[in-house]
Antibody, heavy 123, light 110 residues
Framework: EVQLVESGGGLVQPGRSLRLSCTAS????????MSWVRQAPGKGLEWVGF??????????EYAASVKGRFTISRDDSKSIAYLQMNSLKTEDTAVYYC??????????????WGQGTLVTVSS | NFMLTQPHSVSESPGKTVTISCTRS????????VQWYQQRPGSSPTTVIY?????PSGVPDRFSGSIDSSSNSASLTISGLKTEDEADYYC?????????FGGGTKLTVL
């Protein structure tokens, strides 16, 4: 069974940094791309970015709203994907979900979702 | 980049059929697969349709998806509505480097 468990959320001041983790189990982590999707309180889903599998170079892509501030990385030996968030803004307040596509290491399509972790950016 | 536009809300009675549309702003709806997600209050989204019209195991066949190139849109149809279907529904599509979500549709079953 595919399981994705996010951690690392919490309250952080504007301008500070936070790193989220997504611990995966139930599948061969290194074979799949991993994406992050967020949802601000009472709002819709917003794609944040993703990282391809090593077979596709482990390259990353980001939404315009976070490009240059957020970085996604992965440790295939630990089955963990990370979301490093720098220069946080109040508008980054959201539940952050880790997702995985159904079958490939190349596309950002979310098929499986974690339970999410809440990040609150406030002074 | 393209946008996906959904109605803000729809409502229907139990036992009836409802269709939620998702219109792509530019580029062909057929050029990239469309997925649909259900999100109940306080829960994570779950996939109800993938690759335009495929149902994951465990999703009842009351849920179906389709695309229409003439209107450049995708649709999620739920038949035999149940009160448990009340939720937010999001369409999504992607290409090799971006993922786009529709704004979501609140389905009320009353």
């Amino acid at each position: 069974e595919v399981q994705l468990v996010e951690s690392g959320g919490g309250l952080v001041q504007p301008g500070r940094s936070l790193r989220l983790s997504c611990t995966a189990s139930g599948f061969t982590f290194g074979d799949y791309a991993m994406s992050w999707v967020r949802q601000a309180p009472g709002k819709g889903l917003e794609w944040v970015g993703f990282i391809r599998s090593k077979a596709y170079g482990g390259t990353t892509e980001y939404a315009a709203s976070v490009k240059g501030r957020f970085t996604i990385s992965r440790d295939d030996s630990k089955s963990i994907a990370y979301l490093q968030m720098n220069s946080l803004k109040t508008e980054d307040t959201a539940v952050y979900y880790c997702t995985r596509p159904r079958r490939d290491g190349y596309t950002p399509r979310p098929d499986y979702w974690g339970q999410g972790t809440l990040v609150t950016v406030s002074s | 980049n393209f946008m996906l536009t959904q109605p803000h809300s729809v409502s229907e009675s139990p036992g009836k059929t409802v269709t939620i549309s998702c219109t792509r702003s530019s580029g062909s709806i057929a050029s990239n697969y469309v997925q649909w997600y259900q999100q109940r209050p306080g829960s994570s989204p779950t996939t109800v349709i993938y690759e335009d019209n495929q149902r994951p195991s465990g999703v009842p066949d009351r849920f179906s998806g389709s695309i229409d190139s003439s209107s450049n849109s995708a649709s999620l149809t739920i038949s035999g509505l149940k009160t448990e279907d009340e939720a937010d529904y999001y369409c999504q599509s992607y290409d090799s480097s971006i993922c786009v979500f529709g704004g979501g549709t609140k389905l009320t079953v009353l």
